[in-house]
């Protein structure tokens, strides 16, 4: 086990996006569908300043799909993790505070396992977390990737604009912008 399995390995705040790689049934299609950067299968934002550190997020179980958007601890989030990774918005403070609280007003949004972007009422994690930024700011920086022909929201398409990495568990720690090219209509 991990030490960042237990508690955040940086200071975290309310906002930051974190992501990990599992290894469920589905864990390869969604690192296959990145572009850029294969390795996470997972997404979710911090909500809490203080221990015990809460992140919200959107999942469902495997086998049947049923799921929502919910509250998990940082040690339930990360219980069986490979990998993670935590990323900070270079936007001001007020704004990441308020994707936590946009974060915590879509609890219970049904998990959207057809993967439509356009069904507004459920969610997927990606989906999720674009949609909290994107409504947070009132503009896309998140955009989607095509994957067979279906826009879908890739891991790394949220944390590519705007969001500088604090933290890889792989140990690559970058004080940088990962990228600032805008990707919101292909």
Not at 45 to 52: G, R
Not at 99 to 115: E, H, T
Not at 127 to 154: H, M, P, Q, Y
Request: include cysteine; aromatic fraction near 12%.
């Amino acid at each position: 086990m991990h030490v960042w399995q237990n508690v955040p390995p940086v200071e975290v705040c309310a906002g930051d996006v974190v992501v990990r790689r599992g290894h469920g049934t589905w864990t390869q299609y969604f690192i296959d569908c990145s572009s850029r950067e294969k390795r996470f299968s997972h997404i979710g934002i911090v909500v809490s300043n203080v221990p015990p550190y809460t992140i919200v997020h959107s999942d469902a179980n495997e086998w049947t799909g049923i799921g929502s958007v919910r509250l998990e601890s940082w040690q339930g989030f990360y219980a069986d993790a490979l990998e993670c990774a935590v990323f900070r918005y270079n936007g001001s403070d007020s704004s990441a505070t308020r994707f936590a609280d946009r974060g915590m007003a879509l609890i219970g949004v049904p998990f959207d396992s057809a993967f439509d972007m356009d069904d507004t009422n459920r969610l997927y994690c990606t989906e999720f977390v674009r949609t909290v930024i994107n409504d947070t700011l009132k503009t896309n920086l998140v955009g989607w990737t095509s994957v067979c022909d279906k826009r879908v929201v890739a891991l790394d398409d949220i944390y590519r604009n705007g969001f500088t990495r604090i933290f890889d568990s792989s140990g690559f720690i970058t004080n940088s912008v990962e990228s600032t090219d805008v990707q919101g209509s292909r």
